[in-house]
């Protein structure tokens, strides 16, 4: 039985699941997969980058609190324009600091937040075979250095990435299920 929470914004009318994590912890594709099982949109937060922060995190270099925050602006603000849309949405999104998820629910979504955590072995490993992604795999430590751990804020499900997609999916969906109360969320 997954712990009660509550997601943020509990009066809205429009749901926003954000799945967050370091960078190889598995969330584009987790959300990629929630966001087609619910039929919601899929959102990735890399894609809200510019092409500046992009090469910067290429290069091996972590962005600073100044570079992040037109990204977390324009992501908030695309947030708000799909919940005039009534469109629910699952979005990856790394997460890491508290004040970025605080904007994140500052956008009026009811929203949930599920944590993906594991060991830095493991997602050392999955960065190191990854290919076509901008993010050098030598910026996890900086990563981690700045996540502040989010398990105990009261709309944060943890979820362990050790066991496979499937697995952690099925995990997620049940967790989603109870926290929204609403089995009909799921159309398939």
């Not at 959300?31 to 922060?53: P, T, V």
Request: aromatic fraction near 6%; charged fraction near 20%; include cysteine.
């Amino acid at each position: 039985m997954i712990q009660r929470l509550a997601p943020s914004n509990m009066n809205a009318t429009t749901y926003l699941i954000v799945v967050m994590g370091v960078s190889g912890s598995g969330k584009s594709s987790l959300a990629r997969s929630l966001a087609d099982h619910y039929g919601y949109c899929y959102l990735d937060g890399d894609d809200f980058h510019s092409e500046s922060s992009r090469a910067r995190m290429a290069s091996g270099q972590p962005l600073t609190d100044e570079m992040r925050a037109p990204w977390v602006a324009a992501i908030c603000q695309h947030l708000q324009d799909r919940a005039r849309r009534q469109q629910h949405c699952f979005l990856a999104f790394s997460g890491l600091k508290k004040i970025h998820r605080n904007q994140l629910r500052e956008a009026g979504l009811k929203t949930l937040f599920i944590f993906l955590r594991g060991d830095k072995h493991t997602i050392q490993d999955r960065l190191n075979r990854r290919t076509g992604h901008f993010m050098a795999p030598a910026l996890l430590d900086s990563q981690l250095a700045t996540l502040e751990d989010p398990s105990m804020e009261t709309d944060v499900i943890p979820l362990d990435i050790a066991a496979p997609l499937a697995t952690i999916a099925d995990q997620a969906i049940q967790a989603i299920n109870e926290q929204y109360e609403l089995e009909e969320l799921a159309i398939k």
